[in-house]
């Protein structure tokens, strides 16, 4: 299972920080990404980072704004999102795909989902 946690309400150019935590299984071989879905919209891509954590891609949209990360001794990823924007008000989840060790922008590629926690930047 994952878990994330860390949303809240925050004013623009602030920054929050994202946790998903796994348990039940250990998640360190597998490539971990973080979606994002606002109501009426499909869910968005907004970074993704391989099992040995060198690799990360990142949405354009968050680009140099948000930092992901992994700490596999804990089992967790973090998402460090700085700068907020209104635009990034969503409920944000945390995935891992199984078994494949290239990091993906497709949320089709990922087996594990948490529940999701809300993020909400005001103007």
């Known amino acids: 299972q994952l878990q994330a946690s860390g949303g809240g309400l925050v004013q623009a150019g602030g920054s929050l920080r994202l946790s998903c935590a796994a348990s039940?299984?250990?998640?360190?071989?597998?490539?971990m990404g973080w979606f994002r879905q606002t109501p009426g919209k499909e869910r968005e891509f907004v970074a993704s980072i391989n099992p040995s954590g060198f690799r990360k891609i990142y949405s354009d949209s968050v680009q140099g704004r948000f930092i992901i990360s992994r700490d596999s001794a804990k089992n967790t990823v973090l998402l460090q999102m700085n700068s907020l924007k209104p635009e990034d008000t969503a409920v944000y989840y945390c995935?891992?795909?199984?078994?494949?060790?290239?990091?993906?922008?497709?949320?089709?590629?990922?087996?594990?989902w948490g529940q999701g926690t809300l993020v909400t930047v005001s103007s």
């Open positions: 039940g299984r250990t998640f360190r071989s597998d490539v």
């Open positions: 995935a891992a795909r199984v078994g494949n060790n290239f990091y993906s922008r497709a949320s089709a590629d990922y087996n594990y």
